[in-house]
């Protein structure tokens, strides 16, 4: 006991000697926490079902380790009597480090859990399309909140900046109004999904083209003049759009108006118009293209051909051809498609 004595007032006596057994002893208290931490609560994640918290388990073994051993040799250095500007820059450094490592295992249980969140739950929020926009987003917050405790390690006053942050943050929302609309507009456009990028889509303004990019401030269509044409997202929130592919299949029923004259063979019109469009490859067998008769005009009887068509892409070529090929059929047919015609009386004064 008296040995034991003798030698710790030796070492008192010297601080750096008893700042490197310090330090020394916080690799192997480090270490062992480690151990015994994550050994006990790997016990409690082998019960659940998921992996994921075995995933994040897997990651808290480095910032364990790196902050027991930090505060250890921050301790260390405070025994050490170092001069003062010194002992301030290694703790800092220790405290920064320590931080960094933190922020940076953050950062990776985040994605973990936004991904596994994704997969399992039904929010409409969180979906594969809103996962990169929901991922940056919570990144950006967890980098600033790094940075701000990185600030308070090194004791830096940052109230001021706080302040002058806030009153900069409100002249640039209300200088970019439109641009945080178009941001929000673009968040629920994602987490709505009333179309997808390749979806077939009617603007209100008449134009047709499909989407081509999703963006967070504006989403651009290509028309089918190969127009792009790049809208708000805060226009297209509060528009009337109308989504060719939004149905259970990417396929469009297509509706022909045919007028023949009085005295036609219905059936035969009919099944003339049936053959039309089953002749035609843009055309679906399945469902079968119809004919109906719609009713007595003034002119004539108005028929309707009803057919399929696989993608709505192909509606304007595919109508064209079906047309050319009904005028010409008919044309040898002798089917006689009627015009509006206007008997004038006169009389004579």
Do not use: C
């Not at 931490?37 to 082998?46: A, F, G, H, K, Q």
């Not at 960094?100 to 973990?112: A, C, D």
């Amino acid at each position: 006991m008296d040995w034991i004595k003798e030698n710790f007032a030796l070492i008192s006596d010297h601080p750096l000697l008893l700042s490197a057994l310090i330090a020394l002893s916080s690799i192997f208290i480090a270490k062992l926490a480690d151990i015994i931490l994550t050994s006990l609560l790997s016990r409690v994640v082998r019960k659940t079902v998921s992996d994921l918290d075995d995933k994040i388990l897997e990651l808290f073994h480095k910032p364990i380790f790196y902050s027991l051993l930090f505060i250890g040799f921050s301790f260390s250095v405070k025994v050490a009597q170092l001069p003062s500007y010194i002992d301030y820059a290694l703790v800092g450094v220790f405290k920064t480090i320590t931080i960094f490592i933190w922020f940076i295992v953050l950062l990776k249980v985040f994605s973990l859990t936004v991904k596994w969140t994704a997969k399992q739950s039904s929010n409409p929020l969180l979906q594969h399309r809103t996962l990169p926009l929901f991922n940056n987003l919570g990144k950006i917050v967890i980098v600033v909140f790094g940075i701000y405790f990185i600030l308070l390690s090194w004791d830096i006053n940052i109230n001021g900046f706080l302040a002058s942050a806030g009153v900069l943050g409100i002249v640039l929302g209300l200088a970019a109004q439109d641009t945080v609309s178009n941001l929000f507009a673009g968040i629920f456009l994602m987490a709505d999904s009333p179309f997808k990028e390749g979806d077939y889509i009617l603007l209100d303004t008449g134009e047709r083209g499909y989407v081509k990019k999703m963006g967070i401030r504006s989403t651009r269509f290509m028309t089918r003049d190969d127009i792009e044409i790049t809208i708000p997202n805060s226009v297209i929130a509060s528009s009337k759009i109308v989504n060719e592919s939004g149905g259970p299949q990417d396929i469009e029923r297509v509706r022909i108006n045919i007028v023949v004259a009085y005295g036609s063979d219905i059936d035969e019109v009919k099944d003339v118009l049936k053959e039309i469009a089953l002749n035609n490859s843009n055309v679906l067998k399945d469902p079968e293209p119809r004919v109906r008769f719609r009713k007595f005009s003034s002119s004539g009887l108005k028929l309707q051909l009803l057919f399929w068509i696989y993608k709505p892409a192909i509606r304007g070529r595919t109508v064209d051809a079906v047309n050319t090929d009904i005028y010409k059929t008919f044309s040898k047919r002798k089917i006689i498609i009627p015009f509006p015609t206007v008997n004038l009386i006169t009389k004579d004064t």
